[in-house]
């Protein structure tokens, strides 16, 4: 069993399937499952891969997944080729081993595992598969999900593969996400010398105060599940054409603020324009939510993940809400109830990237007992 999901894992990790691509991945696992008797619709959109696919009746469990990767970076600063999987000292290298080919391969073979030992189960157990979940994704979760809306598919549980496990394989788990929130922000001046800045007014001057408050601005306090909304500047430019002797006209920030459900877009936006009042600044302001924050109870597959969790690794996960966001978003009016739990996330999106192996067999048994403990 240990060999399968290795071999699966190193299977998608040799395919550069740099988002929105999947190149390939999608189709290995389709023929797997179709093998396993599960119906499965492509639902390919412009540059995005998609697929639904699903065996058995009643109660449904949705095993959710991207198999898009971020690049790969400077390639020399990599041990190994990080689209040639390989194995050290028990330890699997690859971009998008963690993020999130391992756990793709796991829910594959533990769902194979399942259906070869109960033929007959009780439920349905399906897979909502993605190539765009790591750039833009508006071709790939968010537009599957408005069509089986549109169907009335029902699905009572949501299994996200995201990897999530902090220091030790099932530490964490995650019942939501905080919204992201850019917004870029232009101060204005005035334009001339450097010699005569009497004549001239510096935005860069200007803007230091107000930056100064801005970064210890607070907007909520938050809460048992979320920590308070955050703030970070991101960028700080002036002057298209710089010359050394030249007063920049203006001066262009980048900010993103990463929101829980207790404060919104608009207070935020609320916030930040008041501050620039306060402190005479000209400005324009463009903003993109590109996320809203997300928020399921803890409830009964929580309480099963968590079992499941504890009887391989003897650890008790924390639930939590933070770090980036995910396509769990989608499903919050689709799904009764979400978890996301996968690998360990330590070395995600940067070089050298990395699980153990003993990690990668650990997580399949895991998701193969939540199958028994929800269909037996």
């Not at 028990?90 to 080919?101: P, S």
């Not at 599957?144 to 809306?149: H, Y």
């Not at 009335?152 to 949501?158: G, L």
């Not at 936006?269 to 402190?279: G, T």
Request: with cysteine; glycine share 6%; aromatic share 10%.
């Amino acid at each position: 069993m240990c060999t399968k999901v290795v071999n699966l894992t190193q299977k998608l990790v040799n395919i550069p399937s740099i988002s929105p691509k999947d190149l390939g991945c999608q189709e290995i696992l389709i023929k797997r499952l179709q093998l396993c008797g599960f119906y499965v619709e492509r639902i390919n959109l412009n540059d995005t891969n998609n697929f639904w696919a699903w065996r058995g009746y009643g109660k449904t469990i949705t095993f959710l997944g991207h198999t898009d990767v971020v690049p790969a970076g400077n390639i020399l600063d990599w041990n190994t080729s990080p689209f040639l999987s390989t194995i050290k000292n028990g330890v699997l290298f690859g971009r998008g081993v963690a993020d999130m080919k391992g756990s793709i391969a796991a829910m594959v073979i533990a769902v194979e595992n399942f259906i070869k030992k109960n033929p007959n189960h009780y439920g349905r157990i399906s897979f909502l598969i993605t190539s765009d979940e790591e750039s833009t994704g508006k071709n790939g979760i968010k537009k599957v999900i408005s069509l089986l809306k549109k169907r009335k598919e029902i699905i009572d549980y949501c299994l996200v593969g995201e990897p999530t496990s902090e220091k030790k394989l099932g530490d964490c788990i995650k019942n939501g996400r905080r919204g992201s929130l850019s917004i870029d922000l232009i101060i204005y001046g005035k334009q001339g010398h450097a010699a005569y800045p009497e004549l001239s007014i510096n935005p860069i001057h200007i803007s230091v105060p107000f930056l100064a408050e801005l970064s210890t601005l607070s907007f909520d306090n938050g809460n048992d599940f979320f920590i308070p909304t955050t703030l970070q500047i991101l960028k700080v430019s002036s002057g298209k054409n710089y010359v050394t002797n030249m007063i920049p006209g203006d001066l262009s920030i980048s900010l993103n603020v990463r929101f829980s459900p207790l404060s919104t877009e608009r207070n935020i936006i609320h916030v930040i324009k008041s501050l620039l009042k306060k402190y005479f600044i000209r400005y324009s302001i463009h903003w993109t939510c590109y996320a809203k924050p997300f928020f399921f109870s803890p409830d009964v597959f929580c309480d099963i993940v968590t079992k499941s969790i504890y009887r391989f690794t003897n650890v008790n996960p924390a639930i939590k809400t933070n770090g980036g966001t995910s396509d769990g978003r989608f499903m919050i009016n689709v799904a009764n109830q979400m978890v996301e739990f996968g690998l360990l996330n330590a070395t995600i999106h940067q070089v050298n990237e990395c699980i153990s192996i003993k990690d990668l067999f650990t997580l399949q048994n895991i998701y193969f007992d939540l199958l028994s403990r929800l269909f037996l």
